[in-house]
């Protein structure tokens, strides 16, 4: 069975503490690795597409690796703007328009 | 307006109700989504409509019918809704096409549905 699993649930970080959030995927023929940010009472913000094991994406303080059976978001130094909840979603080969998501990572960043 | 906007923001209805959510995509693109989103679990995609076409049901109650008159408008009507329903519902749309890169899709700020 497909899954997506995100780790940890919550992480509680200070100002400038960098960290790294968790997607470890069991799909077959992934097609690409997403990941969003999702504000309270927002939709979910488009972050970053990922297509191959090795594959690196960078957007200001956060930073996305992709390997064969996970995916990182890496948080430098960052602020409590940075507070969120961080999704990752997988597609498959033969799945085009579905996306799988993972359950979240809550993001709390505290001066 | 730009992006993906849904209206209403938010609804109470009663199980009785019946209710429509509007979703509008100012991004030129051609296939759109439906979501369920319920507290501390993972969206649940509903619907998927291609060039209007509906591609995907992902085995949702018949008493969410959803619509697509064209590819820059979604509808989803609510009909005898039970409690368990309340959620975030998200509509988002992404460039179609089969195969290939890219699909990333883009989330409008939701409705929040309260069922009574």
């Known amino acids: 069975e497909d899954q997506v699993t995100q780790s940890p649930e919550a992480l509680r970080l200070q100002e400038g503490e960098s960290s790294s959030l968790n997607c470890s995927y069991t799909?077959?023929?992934?097609?690409?690795l997403f990941w969003y940010r999702q504000d309270p009472g927002k939709g979910p913000e488009f972050l970053f597409t990922?297509?191959?094991a090795g594959e690196e994406k960078e957007k200001e303080r956060l930073k996305a690796t992709l390997t064969k059976k996970e995916s990182f978001l890496h948080i430098t130094a960052p602020k409590p703007e940075d507070s969120a909840t961080y999704l990752c979603a997988v597609r498959k080969t033969d799945s085009w328009g579905k996306l799988q998501f993972g359950a979240g990572t809550q993001v709390v960043v505290t001066p | 307006e730009t992006g993906v906007t849904q209206t209403p923001r938010h609804l109470v209805m009663g199980m009785t109700n019946k209710k429509s959510l509007k979703c509008e995509q100012h991004l030129g693109h051609n296939a759109m989504y439906w979501y369920k989103q319920s507290a501390k679990k993972p969206l649940e995609l509903m619907f998927v409509y291609n060039f209007k076409e509906q591609t995907e049901n992902n085995s949702v109650p018949s008493r969410f019918s959803p619509e697509c008159p064209n590819s820059s408008h979604l509808f989803l009507h609510l009909h005898t809704l039970q409690p368990e329903d309340s959620a975030l519902y998200l509509c988002?749309?992404?460039?179609?096409?089969?195969?290939?890169?890219?699909?990333?899709?883009?989330f409008g700020p939701g409705t929040r549905l309260t069922v009574l």
């Open positions: 990922l297509y191959s």
């Open positions: 988002a749309s992404s460039p179609a096409g089969a195969g290939g890169m890219g699909n990333e899709q883009f």
């Open positions: 799909v077959s023929g992934l097609r690409g």
